[in-house]
């Protein structure tokens, strides 16, 4: 792990190897190596002369043991620093898949001089020799791990930059001030004003309000990123089981007539208007002795205090029970939709929710999904163009800004010293700085690069 490491090798540019596909058979493998002497490690157990080769060139050949006895054919990819991932001379061999080969070329390369790569020490790598900055980098991981088509269209936009030049823009908004504030610190004397006060609050309340907008999107950005917990609440036999079959397009749940056949939280993730959602089928929630039964309704109610959505399920085609009604007083409204199932044999109460479905028959599903998208979007989904804040540090980091612009645009108001102001706006700037990683510590890089996947 990169937390076990000194920053000061992490800044080295010793060769780094590592597999870069993912374990398992598959028709080829890549493996990655960067750093200093990478072409004459690789040029020691390919068999062409590699460091003679043109940038950004394909070659054919073979990677030879130490006995020089071919261990496969494959295409080894020359690029030089600072044209590459990394910025460093990299070479990039792919062999063929499976555990055993490409195994085999990577220990040869050890065998060289190459040592293991870290995890995320490529990325690492690139973000300490500029090709980006730490915003970019957590969007290579975001980007892997992305589950629904949203996410991988916010990592992908904050991989090109969005974010930074967003962040960038307010810290060129707010320089200008800290400038103005630190002269007024440097020359008290001189009496200095290079801007009327009235014009320095303005521009720090505008770039307050624009810091504020942008952190409002985080609350979008969550359900991109981490995705949703679903879960379905209520009496037993009213269709839980069915419903959760329904949604995922497969048996999945048991169903049965007798109440009480879920006993425990079945849990399973799929993919609803393009986003990832963590369906939760709980226990139905009544009075009973039977132990096992009373252990899965205690999970239950666990699961309903921790979900993000709740779907309350009511059966159409009876009337609601004292444990119906309870149910509904209990639900948190703002998370809560109010569907009746067996609406196919049933006439369900518009007064108490219009949504109408049977699990059974497979209808009403697509309105039962406007009305989750909904409840997700209450705003309105985020266009492709919006940038939104996906990750919790970028979050708090600008919260921490905001604050403090907030207590400078204060404090000038309320006459305090030149240097208080400036030093909230440092303290503004700092953490704006953070988001794009030029003043971050090892302990935050290691927690950072640490979550990376090998060979990325």
Not at 85 to 114: F, N, Q
Not at 223 to 251: F, T
Not at 301 to 309: S, T
């Amino acid at each position: 792990m990169l937390s076990g490491m000194r920053f000061s090798s992490l800044r080295s540019s010793d060769p780094i190897a590592a597999i870069s596909t993912a374990p398992g058979e598959g028709a080829i493998a890549v493996i990655r190596l960067s750093g200093s002497n990478a072409f004459q490690i690789a040029g020691s157990v390919f068999s062409g002369p590699v460091s003679t080769y043109a940038t950004h060139t394909a070659h054919y050949g073979s990677i030879l043991s130490q006995d020089g006895s071919p261990i496969d054919h494959v295409l080894l990819l020359v690029m030089k620093g600072p044209r590459s991932y990394t910025g460093e001379d990299t070479v990039e061999i792919s062999c063929h898949g499976g555990s055993l080969i490409p195994r085999k070329i990577l220990e040869r390369l050890y065998e060289a001089g190459a040592r293991p790569a870290q995890p995320g020490e490529f990325s690492l790598r690139a973000f300490l020799n500029g090709k980006i900055d730490l915003a970019q980098a957590e969007a290579v991981q975001q980007l892997i791990a992305a589950k629904s088509g949203h996410a991988m269209e916010q990592a992908s936009r904050q991989l090109e930059g969005s974010l930074s030049q967003r962040i960038s823009s307010f810290q060129t908004e707010l320089t200008d001030v800290a400038a103005i504030l630190n002269a007024w610190v440097d020359f008290p004397e001189e009496g200095l004003e290079f801007a009327p006060m009235d014009e320095m609050l303005a521009r720090i309340e505008g770039t307050i309000g624009k810091m504020e907008r942008l952190a409002k999107t985080f609350y979008d950005g969550k359900p991109l990123h981490e995705g949703l917990a679903l879960c379905l609440l209520g009496s037993p036999n009213v269709g839980k089981s069915s419903l959760m079959n329904a949604l995922l397009r497969e048996e999945r749940a048991i169903v049965t007539d007798i109440p009480g056949t879920t006993r425990d939280l079945l849990q399973e993730d799929f993919r609803l208007g393009g986003l990832l959602f963590r369906l939760i089928d709980t226990a139905g929630i009544r009075e009973t002795d039977e132990t096992v039964e009373q252990e899965g309704i205690r999970r239950s109610k666990k699961a309903l205090a921790e979900a993000d959505i709740v779907l309350l399920l009511l059966d159409a085609s009876r009337p609601l029970s004292e444990n119906d009604r309870a149910l509904l007083d209990a639900a948190p409204k703002e998370k809560t939709i109010a569907v009746w199932n067996k609406s196919d044999i049933g006439r369900p109460d518009p007064a108490i929710s219009e949504i109408a479905i049977s699990a059974k028959e497979r209808t009403g599903l697509d309105q039962l999904q406007e009305a989750i998208e909904r409840l997700v979007w209450k705003n309105g989904p985020p266009s492709k163009e919006e940038i939104v804040v996906t990750q919790l540090r970028h979050f708090e980091a600008l919260t921490n800004a905001i604050q403090a612009a907030k207590a400078c645009a204060e404090g000038l108001k309320n006459g305090v010293s030149a240097e208080f102001a400036s030093s909230d706006m440092r303290a503004c700037l700092n953490e704006l700085s953070a988001i794009l990683g030029t003043n971050v510590t090892e302990d935050i890089l290691s927690a950072i690069f640490s979550k990376f996947c090998l060979g990325k």
